[in-house]
């Protein structure tokens, strides 16, 4: 798996890999929780076509859920849940015949078109105002985008767009991952 895009991607993000422990802020792990849990929700509700119930309320939507931080991190515990998570994920591929290692590596790709290369940007790296959030490439971003910051990863300047939660959205012309001659 090519965990080089995935560092690729976090710092387009503005959110640096670690190469050890590093707690980091209440933000961060909060959004920790909710990318995590959401692709699993999306995975049961959409992939398998499965509600879950908690105390008498399905859970119809990957995003429903609020997340509140309430205890320090426990980094036993969250490398346990991680290698559950992967080994549930590896269980899923072979029990249902999924190619998720040749899948896995096309979201990467796809994940990182969610940044609109700016190539010929001459107006330096920072967070634009909403009238510039089009880049001078007529980018449109959904309405849960409340900034658009400009980046810059191996020299070249990308736009990215994130969400109140600090979580990166896709424009709107982003085309979803497709799995065509895999499935």
């Known amino acids: 798996m090519n965990k080089n895009k995935v560092a690729q991607f976090l710092a387009l993000a503005g959110q640096s890999a670690r190469a050890s422990f590093d707690a980091r802020d209440e933000h961060t792990r909060k959004l920790g929780a909710q990318l995590l849990l959401s692709e699993v929700l999306e995975f049961v509700i959409k992939g398998l076509g499965v509600e879950p119930e908690i105390a008498?309320?399905?859970i119809q939507q990957a995003d429903e859920l609020n997340y509140h931080a309430v205890n320090a991190p426990d980094q036993s515990e969250m490398l346990d849940g991680l290698c559950d998570v992967a080994y549930t994920m590896f269980w899923n591929s072979l029990a249902f015949g999924l190619p998720l290692e040749a899948g896995f590596d096309r979201v990467c790709d796809n994940n990182l078109e969610k940044f609109v290369a700016l190539d010929s940007w001459a107006n330096g790296l920072s967070e634009l105002k909403s009238d510039e959030w089009h880049c001078h490439k007529n980018v449109a971003?959904?309405?849960?985008?409340?900034?658009?910051?400009?980046?810059?990863?191996?020299g070249k300047p990308y736009a990215v767009g994130k969400d109140?939660?600090?979580?990166?959205?896709?424009?709107?012309?982003?085309?979803?991952?497709?799995?065509?001659?895999?499935?």
């Not at 971003?141 to 191996?154: K, L």
């Open 56 to 58: 008498g309320v399905r």
């Open 141 to 154: 971003w959904p309405p849960e985008v409340t900034r658009v910051e400009v980046v810059s990863f191996a």
């Open 164 to 183: 109140a939660r600090g979580k990166v959205r896709k424009p709107l012309h982003f085309k979803p991952v497709s799995f065509e001659g895999l499935l």
